[in-house]
């Protein structure tokens, strides 16, 4: 079946720093992906919707400058966090939509700040 | 690991009637979540249920957390064309929340 890959499975990073994590649809096109994310014992929360070839769009509250998507190519979105703080430690999952099938989830990436 | 199922994948239903989707976990249930997601649109949490025996509604959509049958069902009461759509069951793994492990949807066919 379809796979959306998310790499990498968790990353440490210092505080100032950027990090990128990638979203894969591995066997389909992706035109549109999702980004989530997850403090501990709280809800998924959609952060922004990523489309191909345009802007992201983000849910209210979410910094776009903060948090930078790019979906250059029908398989590949990038979440870039700019300037990490410890504040955005948490769990960043990606969602992909393949028109055969509603619903592929990356397996999610664990960002810890120090 | 954890899998959750949900039951049934596919539901048709003409409008006004109630329905019932189920979602049953392999592994006790530190807490479930559902979703609800339209094509080409991204997750809209419903609901977060964390205490056997916890029962919490939103507008028509009722959910109900079974912690010995580690089991969770959604009633949707009045159907309406709005409630179309795919309904998803996450679950925590774990007490904290490292990753949902999430059943793999019920799509929602409302009919007029």
């Known amino acids: 079946g379809a796979v959306v890959s998310q790499h990498p499975s968790w990353v440490i990073c210092k505080s100032g720093t950027s990090v990128k994590i990638e979203c894969r649809s591995l066997?389909?096109?992706?035109?549109?992906m999702f980004w989530y994310r997850q403090f501990p014992k709280q809800s998924l929360m959609l952060m922004a919707t990523?489309?191909?070839?345009?802007?992201?769009?983000?849910e209210q509250g979410v910094e776009k400058d903060k948090f930078l998507i790019n979906h250059a190519s029908l398989t590949l979105s990038t979440l870039t966090v700019t300037s990490a703080h410890p504040e955005d430690s948490s769990f960043y999952i990606c969602s992909a939509t393949d028109p055969n099938s509603p619903l592929h989830f990356g397996n999610g990436t664990r960002l810890t700040v120090t | 690991s954890q899998e959750l199922e949900q039951s049934p994948q596919s539901l048709i239903v003409q409008e006004g009637k109630n329905l019932t989707i189920n979602c049953t976990s392999s592994k006790t249930l530190y807490g479930l979540y559902w979703y609800k997601q339209k094509y080409g649109e991204g997750l809209i949490f419903l609901m977060m249920l964390q205490k056997g025996g916890e029962e919490k509604s939103h507008e028509k959509i009722t959910a109900k957390l079974d912690e010995k049958k580690q089991q969770s069902s959604l009633h949707i009461t009045a159907s309406q064309p709005s409630h179309a759509g795919i309904y998803l069951c996450?679950?925590?793994?774990?007490?904290?929340?490292?990753?949902?492990?999430f059943g793999k949807g019920t799509h929602l066919i409302i009919q007029p």
């Open positions: 996450g679950a925590a793994s774990g007490g904290g929340a490292d990753g949902l492990t």
């Open positions: 990523s489309n191909e070839g345009s802007k992201a769009t983000y």
């Open positions: 066997d389909f096109q992706a035109t549109t």
